[in-house]
């Protein structure tokens, strides 16, 4: 699938089919999330693969009651839990170098961004889940010191084809020169 199909036509997949992922699909995947640009080549992220039922239960558990995506953790064969070392990204020298700090969840971010997006050019559908009880999160996912859970994702083939929501326009969310110029 050509890159630019791939971001037009990718969507939040809520429900999955049963049948389990291809071992060489998510090994593609998470070879697409590795090779995602990050802060000084620092590679700060960290996945978690589950595949058991109980821990997958446990993870839809730490959602926010009404989460539309509570059934997709515990429908999809697979639950991938995006982690970041803290400390790496963003620093130099042991120091934060912008106004910004830890800049581990623009690097995270990428990684999942490449990650969806070879899941979708492979039939295989996802939905980013961050609305979570994180800190929950981490203890079922056994996260040393220094660790931080981030965000996850069910990977699975999908049992629905969402429609695409809406987008602004080009025009609305693009300055030139200055913020506010048109």
């Not at 693969?49 to 989460?67: F, I, Q």
């Not at 629905?160 to 048109?182: L, N």
């Amino acid at each position: 699938m050509e890159v630019m199909s791939a971001i037009l036509t990718r969507r939040s997949v809520r429900h999955y089919q049963p049948d389990p992922v291809k071992e060489e699909d998510l090994t593609a995947v998470l070879e697409a999330a590795r090779w995602a640009p990050s802060w000084a080549n620092t590679q700060c992220w960290r996945f978690v693969v589950v595949r058991d039922a109980a821990t997958k239960a446990a993870h839809a558990g730490t959602l926010s009651p009404g989460n539309p995506a509570t059934s997709a953790i515990t429908e999809a064969p697979v639950v991938i839990a995006a982690c970041a070392e803290l400390g790496r990204a963003g620093y130099k020298r042991g120091e934060a170098c912008t106004d910004k700090g830890d800049w581990f969840m623009f690097d995270v971010a990428l990684a999942m961004q490449n990650l969806v997006l070879a899941a979708h050019s492979l039939g295989l559908g996802t939905v980013h889940v961050g609305l979570v009880d994180a800190p929950r999160a981490a203890k079922i996912l056994g996260l040393p010191p220094g660790i931080v859970f981030v965000e996850m994702t069910p990977l699975g083939y999908p049992a629905e084809q969402p429609k695409a929501p809406p987008r602004k326009e080009v025009s609305e969310m693009v300055f030139y020169d200055r913020y506010g110029q048109h």
